[in-house]
């Protein structure tokens, strides 16, 4: 990435944030993916050799979140939403609409809650800001994630895992293993063969 | 959300706004309340009076008011809702303190009906031959969601269901049945795990 924050094919009149690193070697499809970027950390955001991201991709990085791309891992429009980090392994596959959230950004007390909620009509711009315990997520190297499924906070993906479509993730996925349904639930674990990385 | 918040010709009929434009005559939004995103009324059809109504400090951010002729919705006061799609053909009931995460979908109605036979005569009515051909009448069941319920992303609410006060929707719920007050629930089916603490 040169000091131009700005990529020729974009649509959105945007910039690529400051504090994003940028590989040399990786793809942006859009600035539209920082629209609700926000954080303070120095490499916010950091896409590692050959990463990309495309459209639909959402950068939803709260001032304490950091989000780490691996090498080629590949995004093609998750939700990202994240207050603490989220780290995305080498080879990874994530599918559109899927989402991965590293905090639920509101207590989950009702009354605590409303506090909150009053308070966001005299910001500008009106983010959710309540002080609410985020727990990282980690998706290791090589692991597949369908569409529209959802990683909820705290959750691990193992190595070389696969999450089917439309699931919903609330606990932590070993290595080597298929997981599907919502609430997610192993369907199987990849064999010896399967495993083998020189094919 | 980085849109600005200011209404260049004014507001109709409310002291809301929405950033891009004028909301339709029936539309009434509250004060401090703010509406984003240019497809927010863009399949807004309703002719009934006060078809929309949005309470106070309400913030709906890509929110898809996507009312039939006759549907009605209303949003209580400090509601929180990020691309939300809300599907109303005939009546949803949303309190206050409601948050809604992105992309979740709430319906009143299931758009075609159940029998085969009358799939097809909606579908020849709905296609561009229709020429006007009335369609078979549809399912509509109002759908009441109550103050201070939490609903995550990628969530579907069905026709038909009453979601008790204080209730947490977990992201990716599928929700087909009424869910009593204070309770914790996920899945497809949705299913009760829990209680509000």
């Not at chain 1, 711009?125 to 994630?145: G, K, S």
Request: charged share 20%; glycine share 10%.
């Amino acid at each position: 990435m040169t000091s131009v924050r700005t990529l020729d094919w974009d649509w959105h009149p945007g910039t690529i944030p400051e504090n994003v690193i940028v590989h040399d070697t990786a793809y942006v499809e859009s600035t539209f993916s920082f629209n609700l970027y926000r954080s303070q950390q120095p490499g916010g955001v950091q896409y590692g050799r050959g990463a990309s991201t495309y459209l639909g991709t959402m950068f939803d990085v709260g001032p304490h979140g950091r989000v780490k791309l691996g090498e080629f891992a590949l995004v093609h429009g998750a939700r990202i939403i994240c207050d603490a980090e989220i780290s995305i392994g080498d080879y990874a596959l994530i599918s559109w609409n899927v989402v991965l959230m590293d905090t639920y950004r509101l207590p989950a007390n009702p009354r605590e809650r409303r506090k909150e909620l009053e308070l966001v009509p005299a910001r500008r711009p009106r983010f959710l800001t309540a002080d609410v315990h985020a727990r990282p997520i980690r998706i290791e190297r090589n692991v597949w994630i369908g569409f529209d499924a959802c990683i909820l906070p705290g959750v691990t993906i193992g190595e070389g895992s696969i999450v089917g479509a439309k699931s919903v993730v609330i606990e932590s996925v070993p290595p080597f293993t298929i997981v599907g349904g919502n609430p997610a639930r192993v369907i199987r674990e990849l064999d010896r063969e399967e495993r083998k990385l020189d094919g | 959300m980085n849109e600005t918040e200011s209404n260049p010709q004014g507001s109709t009929a409310a002291a809301g706004n929405w950033s891009n434009g004028i909301p339709p005559a029936n539309v009434k939004l509250g004060r401090s309340t703010l509406l984003t995103g240019e497809l927010a009324f863009k399949r807004f059809h309703s002719i009934e009076p006060d078809a929309l109504v949005i309470g106070h400090g309400c913030t709906m951010d890509d929110v898809h008011f996507d009312l039939g002729k006759n549907g009605r919705l209303s949003v209580g006061d400090f509601c929180y809702f990020t691309y939300a799609v809300l599907l109303c053909e005939l009546e949803i009931r949303i309190g206050n303190y409601v948050v809604i995460g992105w992309n979740t979908t709430i319906t009143d109605t299931d758009f075609h009906p159940v029998a085969p036979a009358e799939r097809i005569a909606d579908a020849l009515a709905c296609s561009p031959l229709g020429k006007g051909r009335a369609r078979p009448s549809v399912l509509k069941r109002p759908v009441i969601i109550e103050d201070d319920v939490w609903i995550g992303p990628n969530a579907t609410i069905l026709k038909g269901v009453r979601i008790g006060t204080g209730s947490w929707i977990e992201a990716g719920s599928v929700v087909t049945r009424d869910v009593p007050p204070r309770s914790r629930i996920m899945g497809n089916p949705a299913q009760t795990i829990g209680e509000v603490a």
